[in-house]
């Protein structure tokens, strides 16, 4: 039987199946509040097969933002949305819907992600950015004002509230953002984290506030709904987060309750973006914290068939699999995929015409992908 699509429990979430539709930035709001293009875009991977959908990296305060296009949920208008997309949404799908909170940090205030300048000055209507330490993200890059301990009190609450109003929208799902070198990724860092104070020095030390932020997330976020952390497993530099470092944090993250972390790499250093792009780049990352810290692993990072995603989860690897930018390319991706595994229907109703054995075409244009 195909594991990629029998159910699964997440924390005290059932799921009808274990693919998920990772957070993609659309750099599509406007001040911060979601636009026609984000019921569009998640409409379509609501009906995609996927039994979890999350909305894209959501911004807890204006300058948390990582563009002036990117979500947020720091407001009413925002919160009324997000709530009215979460209806919309479960009038034709019964998928589970997620978010992921974010603060950008010191890599706020940029340009849309298709467009090459840096950061946006104040200037030009971008705004002051913070951080661990006053230490630039790179040449040509703003110097961070450093956080102290009123600031970072400041965030931790605006993390409370996104969390709350995140769960009056009608959200399953809760992701925080603490990876790609975004603020409570690069506290973890010592690239980034240089201080001297509580929050500084060690690993302990440096995991201080990210745990905070997270304990004071969980305190709020009902226990019947699933939360969960995306994290850096690798910077790519030899003063950065290592595999070990994520399974010390993971394993605190389940000791204070929650249900899973995703485990990413990368850009957290200029020039390094990513390990080597390779099918399943990030898979490893997975495993290895799956196994060291005994938590719930969510696979990122080039899953690019069904066989693929099918054997991370048959080897232990992963718990859940995640697609991005392979349903992009393809936002039938799980109908084929469940096509191909022998697996159950997961076409909705009005589509049920275009299964293979409902539609002669089918076999004709997939011919490699007619199941058992």
Same mark, same amino acid.
């Given at each position: 039987?195909?594991?990629? @699509? &029998? ?31 984000? @019921? ?17 990296? &959501?911004? /807890? ?9 990117? +979500? ?31 603060? !950008? *940090? ?28 006053? +230490? ?9 004002? %450093?956080?102290?301990?009123? *600031? ?7 993390? +409370? ?57 969980? !305190?709020?976020?009902?226990?019947? $709904? ?7 497993? &690798? ?7 290592? /595999?070990?470092?994520?399974? %010390?944090? !993971? ?21 390094? &973006? ?42 232990? $690897? ?27 229907? /997961? ?17 004709? /244009? ?7």
């Amino acid at each position: 039987m195909s594991l990629l @699509f &029998t159910p699964y429990k997440l924390g005290r979430l059932q799921l009808r199946n274990r693919l998920v539709i990772s957070p993609m930035c659309m750099y599509s709001a406007v001040n911060g509040l979601i636009q026609p293009w984000h @019921f569009a875009h998640l409409g379509t991977l609501a009906v995609s097969g996927a039994d979890l959908v999350f909305v894209e990296a &959501t911004a /807890v305060e204006p300058n948390g933002r990582i563009t002036p296009g990117c +979500v947020g949920l720091y407001n009413d208008s925002q919160e009324r949305e997000l709530t009215n997309l979460v209806k919309q949404i479960r009038t034709f799908s019964k998928s589970a819907l997620g978010i992921q909170l974010s603060h !950008a *940090g010191r890599k706020a205030s940029c340009p849309p992600g298709w467009e090459n300048q840096t950061q946006i000055s104040v200037q030009d209507g971008g705004w002051p950015v913070v951080g661990p330490s006053s +230490v630039a993200f790179g040449p040509g890059w703003v110097v961070p004002e %450093a956080l102290d301990v009123t *600031g970072m009190a400041r965030i931790t609450q605006a993390f +409370v509230e996104s969390a709350q109003r995140a769960d009056r929208c009608g959200f399953d799902v809760l992701e925080i953002h603490s990876a790609h070198g975004y603020l409570l990724s690069s506290f973890l860092s010592a690239i980034s984290n240089c201080r001297t104070d509580q929050y500084g020095g060690n690993r302990q030390s440096r995991m201080a506030f990210p745990l905070s932020v997270m304990k004071a997330v969980r !305190a709020v976020w009902p226990i019947h $709904k699933a939360i969960g952390c995306r994290l850096n497993a &690798t910077e790519l530099d030899e003063r950065g987060v290592t /595999v070990e470092d994520g399974i %010390a944090f !993971a394993s605190e993250l389940k000791a204070i309750g929650f249900d899973y972390v995703t485990m990413s790499a990368g850009n957290a250093v200029p020039g390094r &973006t990513y390990p080597p792009l390779v099918p399943g780049y990030q898979v490893d990352f997975s495993d290895r914290v799956r196994n060291g810290a005994h938590i719930p692993t969510m696979a990122v990072g080039m899953i690019l068939t069904a066989q693929q995603a099918e054997a991370i989860l048959q080897e232990g $690897k992963a718990d859940l699999i995640a697609i991005a930018r392979g349903a992009i390319d393809n936002p039938r991706w799980g109908w084929h995929a469940a096509n191909e595994l022998g697996a159950s229907e /997961v076409y909705p109703n009005p589509f049920k015409r275009g299964q293979p054995e409902k539609w002669p075409g089918y076999k004709l /244009v997939h011919p490699s992908n007619t199941g058992n």
